[in-house]
């Protein structure tokens, strides 16, 4: 147990709808990360928050916003979904920015 | 820019059998480089890692030496377990830049059988 939560673990929904995806990081630590896992794309950096803001953006549509709470948990919003965006989304943290990440179990999305 | 490229898979050894996993990076800055492991129906896992030119990882018999000179960092076990079947994804980051995010390579596959 890395001590990062996902929710939900699977999710099955249609195109064209929304869904939000949660995020609760370690305890104490202050920097989030979201990845894209994908069969054709492998895996992808979305974006990263430290503390509350935003420090770096990586391949995210602009149809995906996120954001980090002052609790520090985090959300990851997909809107106007497409059959593409069908794959596992992954959290993690770390206490500082750092390469060495703590991996939730992931989100598995389905667009129909 | 920063980029991992990573030995193609599917890789399937027999128990005991020697294991290497070739990764090679590029980078803008010092990179620091990192090996995970994906386990079946689970996160991404730090397997080792290295920050330094000649830095030696090693975790659960496995290792892997950045070389600056050759650009790379390859995995290796001398004599892997069922067990060890999973994905590994070699990754870079680079600490100047501040964010620090993770570059990760496409993972390679490993399957041991008994």
């Known amino acids: 147990d890395s001590g990062v939560t996902q929710t939900p673990k699977h999710l099955i929904t249609a195109t064209g709808q929304r869904v939000t995806l949660r995020c609760s990081p370690r305890s104490g630590d202050l920097s989030v990360y979201w990845y894209q896992q994908s069969l054709d794309q492998g895996l992808q950096f979305l974006i990263q928050?430290?503390?509350?803001?935003?420090?770096a953006k990586g391949n995210i549509l602009e149809r995906f916003s996120a954001q980090q709470f002052p609790d520090l948990h985090s959300e990851l919003n997909l809107s106007s979904l497409e059959l593409g965006d069908s794959a596992l989304y992954f959290c993690?943290?770390?206490?500082?920015?750092?390469?060495?990440?703590?991996f939730g179990e992931g989100s598995r999305l389905t667009v129909l | 820019g920063n980029s991992v490229t990573q030995m193609e898979g599917p890789v399937t050894l027999s128990e005991e059998a020697f294991l290497t996993i070739n990764c090679t990076y590029t980078?803008?800055?010092?990179?620091?480089l990192f090996w995970y492991v994906q386990y079946p129906g689970e996160g991404l896992q730090l397997l080792l890692k290295a920050t330094k030119a000649d830095d030696k990882g090693s975790n659960k018999g496995f290792e892997a030496t950045y070389r600056k000179e050759t650009t790379s960092f390859h995995l290796e076990k001398g004599s892997v377990q069922v067990s060890d079947s999973a994905v590994y994804f070699c990754a870079l980051s680079v600490p100047q830049t501040g964010a620090n995010n993770l570059f990760f390579g496409t993972g390679t596959r490993l399957t041991v059988i008994p």
């Open positions: 980078a803008t800055g010092y990179p620091s």
């Open positions: 928050y430290y503390n509350g803001e935003e420090r």
């Open positions: 993690a943290s770390s206490v500082v920015p750092s390469g060495e990440l703590f």
